[in-house]
């Protein structure tokens, strides 16, 4: 299984870019909206994985009040399967707590779906398929 990405909680997408984007020597994505997650994001390459930086739309969103509680930083880890619903299924029955049962739109029109953290040591986990 390979990482996809590693989401990045930002209080200000704009500012996030302009300090990452020199670093990696890389242009970010155009902005866009998530908005069943009531966020804005944009990702960045980072080798053979990438940035997504994740700015909330709502206060009372799970990234704005993650930013709210601890600051900006890792939100979460993205691995890329082959089908999130049967990742989820096999995770459900071998007792992990899901966020999501079935996959759910994602960013860069991708299937996505997520495990909280209690069964990753705290770690949020989200499972990406698609191109």
Sequence with gaps: MQVDH??????NLA???????PTLRAQGSPPEEVASQHVRVSFLSAGATHLEF???TDPDSPVGRFLAERG???????FHVTSVNAMLAS???RGFRLIDRVARAGA?????????PKSYGGVLVEFVEGP
Excluded: D, N, T, Y
């Design 108 to 116: 860069r029109g991708r299937r996505v779906g997520f495990v909280h």
């Design 6 to 11: 590693l989401g990045i909680a930002v209080p």
């Design 91 to 93: 995770l459900e029955s």
């Design 15 to 21: 500012e996030a870019l302009a300090q990452w984007e």
């Design 54 to 56: 994740l700015e909330p």
């Design 72 to 78: 900006g930083g890792i939100h979460h880890i993205a």
